[in-house]
């Protein structure tokens, strides 16, 4: 995970459906992680971030592409899981 870059909600926006080995986003993370935070509301997570590139209604969970890892091939994600229409859990990931 790249942990460089301040978040730019505008910058985040502009990646989504980027090609994963153009993404840009997982530079944010580190900055992302002190502005999303448990309790917030989705809607405001999604003024945020926009829309996410995929949503597990069932789990209420919505995932975000980072692209790939700096120094790998892996693909790394942002999930945020809700509980009631409020933030419960975040949290980077790797596949």
Same mark, same amino acid.
């Given at each position: ?6 978040f730019d909600s ?8 980027t ?11 580190a @900055?992302?992680?002190?502005?999303? @935070?448990?309790?917030m509301?989705?809607?405001?997570? #999604? ?6 590139? @995929?949503t597990?209604?069932a789990s209420?969970?919505d $995932?975000?592409?980072l ?5 790998g ?5 942002y999930? #945020? ?5 409020? $933030?419960?859990?975040?949290r980077?990931?790797?596949?």
């Amino acid at each position: 995970m790249q942990t460089t870059t301040s978040f730019d909600s505008a910058a985040w926006k502009s990646q989504r459906g980027t090609n994963a080995q153009d993404n840009q986003r997982g530079a944010m993370v580190a @900055s992302l992680e002190k502005t999303v @935070s448990a309790g917030m509301p989705r809607a405001e997570v #999604i003024a945020l971030l926009g829309e996410p590139d @995929s949503t597990d209604a069932a789990s209420s969970t919505d $995932v975000y592409e980072l692209g790939v890892a700096r120094f790998g091939v892996d693909e790394e994600f942002y999930r #945020i899981q809700y509980q009631d229409g409020k $933030v419960a859990s975040h949290r980077w990931g790797r596949r």
